[in-house]
């Protein structure tokens, strides 16, 4: 049964519905959409202030890009840079910005097992009369402990103290495969340090 929640403001409503229109189109199809960033943690955990909207695309044709930005407008949306098509096949990412709102989104586009894994977990969430889903508490840990800025923390220790009894050794194993392929063995040591801390202050 799909959770339900009304933390989300109403402008970010509005981007939202017109975002799954988008995403919705036949002709884009078949796409996972997955919530991920800010508004996923204000969702599964404390609601915090973010300033924009973060999607994650899996099963999606790269063939079929050039589409959706040429729809992207006809939705609602302008682009954020110069030339988001190349931008987008070169980063893996189209930065939008919803016109009328003005809030920006990012639309990631994932191909990797731990992406496709994120996309096959996640959790069907009601908005108002909007369905989506959202990222797992477990793997937004994942993502903020390989991104890890002061925010990421915060938000990790946020989902944690309300989701204690997490998958710990997945958790450390997605991280140390990001650690190795980045060539950043602290990424790993400061995630088995934030989760022993979060271990120490379980009641």
Do not use: C
């Not at 959706?68 to 098509?85: C, D, H, Q, T």
């Not at 108002?128 to 938000?155: N, Y």
């Amino acid at each position: 049964m799909p959770k339900k929640s009304s933390r989300i403001d109403r402008s970010f409503q509005r981007v939202f519905r017109d975002l799954l229109n988008l995403l919705s189109d036949p002709a884009l199809q078949p796409l996972d959409a997955v919530l991920i960033g800010g508004i996923a943690v204000s969702l599964v955990a404390k609601p915090r202030f973010t300033a924009d909207i973060d999607m994650l695309l899996t099963n999606f044709d790269l063939s079929r890009l050039g589409i959706l930005i040429e729809r992207a407008p006809e939705y609602g949306f302008e682009f954020r840079v110069e030339n988001p098509l190349q931008f987008a096949q070169h980063y893996l990412v189209i930065l939008m910005q919803h016109r009328d709102t003005r809030i920006p989104v990012d639309i990631s586009l994932g191909f990797s097992p731990f992406e496709n894994e994120i996309a096959s977990r996640a959790t069907p969430t009601s908005l108002g009369s909007l369905r989506l889903r959202v990222a797992t508490p477990e793997d937004l840990v994942i993502m903020k402990l390989v991104a890890q800025r002061p925010i990421d923390l915060i938000d990790v220790q946020q989902i944690l103290a309300i989701h204690p009894h997490m998958d710990k050794e997945r958790i450390l194993y997605w991280v140390s495969e990001f650690s190795a392929a980045l060539e950043m063995p602290e990424l790993l040591e400061n995630a088995r340090r934030v989760l022993n801390q979060a271990s120490h202050g379980e009641s």
